[in-house]
């Protein structure tokens, strides 16, 4: 391996990353509660899938300018849009109305509780457009609702390894079966770091091209120690002791001595790589030998990754300095000559 | 080469912390890496953890891929413990 060059390499096999498509269906089901969302009509169209995160206020299409509407988002009916429905004639409304649902939007919801207009729900029925209800102000709800949805279409992926914020860092412990990662996680909390998941680590690419991690239900705040068998984290270690989604920083290998000879630097000057979900994650691969402290090593490395963060690389410092000093010798040395 | 063998869950509960255990107890005898698969959730056999969240009831077809030195045996065991509910007389 070329010294100083970043080398990556995919974690895991890649074949776990699901983009799933959103249906409002699944969306409905999502956002049932924390969105207060429920289904008016248009029920035969749930199976509708929703392409676009973004959610869109289709005021100006009811008015009637449709050109550079967007089909592909949620419809957003406020009070604005409402009012404005309301300001028309009955008979023009139905004609407003039905320009919008015949445009095969994935589905129309309309918020803050607002009063449904008379042939609304016929007309979801009919154009099989899922018609939906908040009651949610139309501003607060665009913007859960549009987190949702980046959450819902954005890259997910269930990798083997446990989260845990160190020093405020996100540190994913990777490692066959039995190599101590739950162990070290387990020191980690002793010394005051919180654990995001044990073991099963669900990672999800989010909007602003960050990885954030965080646990599956239902085994989150669990934990698995051989030899003690499942504990609850919360109940022994106190609710400190756990947090829930966190940014993935740092990824740590945990791996036998054998294992891990080709990816050991002696002085820390080559930097390796993930591959996670399209993104480059930090790695370090530490070898796990009897009588090593591990949870000091984590500790550590995540310290000297922040330093590095802030532009401060210790093996290239030493470089220098020797480079330095060689060259003053060098000098002394023609002047005695 | 990894061998990929489909199992049902026959036991009344299917996938809970005994049956769990008792795969992930299993699977560390193998050197081979045994991954197990619910439609595109796949978990690795040796843990636990991982192992309840593939959510998987009775009669669930568990997909499980073996990859190793002796991963045709390991196949063959997982086998016989799913097909004995996982020695769980109760179920």
């Known amino acids: ?337 | 080469m990894a061998l990929t063998r489909d199992f049902e869950l026959l036991n009344k509960y299917g996938m809970h912390v005994r049956p769990a255990g008792a795969l992930a107890k299993l699977c560390q005898k193998y050197r081979s890496d045994i991954t197990v698969e619910k439609e595109a959730h796949a978990v690795s056999g040796k843990s636990v953890l991982g192992l309840m969240t593939l959510e998987a009831p009775c009669g669930t077809i568990l997909k499980v891929t073996a990859d190793g030195p002796d991963e045709e045996d390991a196949l063959d065991a997982i086998g016989d413990l799913v097909e004995n509910r996982f020695g769980i007389l109760d179920e």
Request: hydrophobic share 45%; net charge neutral; charged share 25%.
């Open chain 1, 1 to 337: 391996m070329p010294d100083g060059v970043p080398v990556s390499r995919p974690l895991g096999s890649g074949a776990g990353e699901l983009r799933e498509k959103v249906t409002v269906e699944r969306f409905l089901a999502q956002g049932r509660e924390p969105l207060q969302l429920r289904l008016v009509a248009g029920g035969l169209g749930l199976d509708r899938v929703v392409p676009e995160a973004a959610l869109n206020r289709p005021g100006l299409a009811l008015a009637g300018f449709f050109r550079y509407f967007a089909p592909h988002r949620l419809q957003i009916i406020g009070k604005h849009e409402h009012a404005y429905l309301g300001h028309i004639g009955k008979e023009e409304r139905i004609g407003k109305l039905r320009r919008l649902f015949s445009r095969h939007v994935p589905a129309i919801i309309v918020c803050r509780g607002l009063a449904m207009y008379d042939g609304m729900s016929e007309l979801a029925d009919r154009t099989k457009t899922p018609l939906l209800s908040t009651g949610i102000e139309t501003h607060y709800f665009i913007n859960a609702a549009t987190l949702l949805m980046e959450d819902l279409v954005g890259l997910h992926e269930v990798v083997h390894g446990t989260m845990i914020e160190v020093f405020g860092q996100g540190v994913l412990l990777v490692g066959e079966a039995g190599i101590g990662k739950s162990e070290t996680a387990l020191g980690l909390i002793k010394r005051g770091h919180a654990l995001v998941s044990d073991d099963t680590t669900m990672l999800r690419r989010d909007s602003s091209g960050r990885i954030m991690a965080a646990s599956v239900e239902p085994i989150a705040d669990f934990m698995e120690i051989r030899g003690i068998g499942i504990i609850h984290v919360p109940s022994v270690f106190g609710i400190a002791a756990i947090r829930g989604e966190k940014q993935l920083d740092l990824v740590m290998d945990l791996e036998r001595p054998a294992d891990a000879e080709p990816y050991i630097d002696r002085t820390g000057e080559t930097t390796w790589y993930r591959d996670i979900l399209g993104l480059r994650v930090p790695e370090v691969v530490v070898p796990v030998a009897p009588g090593r402290d591990m949870v000091n090593m984590v500790e550590t490395a995540v310290c000297e990754y922040k330093l590095r963060a802030k532009g401060y690389h210790a093996a290239r410092a030493l470089d220098e300095r020797v480079l330095a000093r060689n060259a003053q010798i060098l000098k002394l040395h023609k002047v005695e000559i």
